[in-house]
């Protein structure tokens, strides 16, 4: 069974920084594609960062020159480096990745961690 586990979300006041990660475990062949959503309340999901296995890597307008995403291959990890965090960017951030294994390929999705950013 694949899972998605996050960490490092909390509350942060404006101006500060947080770094998310996400860790894959369980049976798989590899991760192609892993990323960022954040959901705020009443507003719909969006996508934040998206990084390839090569290491390409895009954003969110939103957070462009704030956010930085990366990933660890040999630890199935992606990060988020937040910097300069708004009261905006409060949201549930999500964990997601593209993964291939024997019995099945999809999308697999975190928890979701609780970042709040105060004023």
């Known amino acids: 069974q694949v899972q998605l586990v996050e960490s490092g979300g909390g509350l942060v006041q404006a101006g500060g920084s947080l770094r998310l990660s996400c860790a894959a475990s369980?049976?798989?062949?590899?991760?192609?594609?892993m990323g960022w959503y954040r959901q705020a309340p009443g507003k719909q999901r969006e996508l934040v960062a998206a990084?390839?296995?090569?290491?390409?890597?895009n954003y969110a307008d939103s957070v462009k020159g704030r956010f930085t995403i990366s990933r660890d291959n040999a630890k199935n990890t992606v990060y988020l480096q937040m910097n300069s965090l708004k009261p905006e960017d409060t949201a549930v951030y999500y964990c997601?990745?593209?993964?291939?294994?024997?019995?099945?390929?999809?999308?697999?999705w975190g928890q979701g961690t609780q970042v709040t950013v105060s004023s």
């Open positions: 997601n990745a593209h993964i291939y294994s024997v019995v099945a390929t999809g999308d697999y």
């Open positions: 990084i390839t296995s090569g290491g390409s890597a």
């Open positions: 369980g049976s798989f062949l590899r991760i192609s594609a």
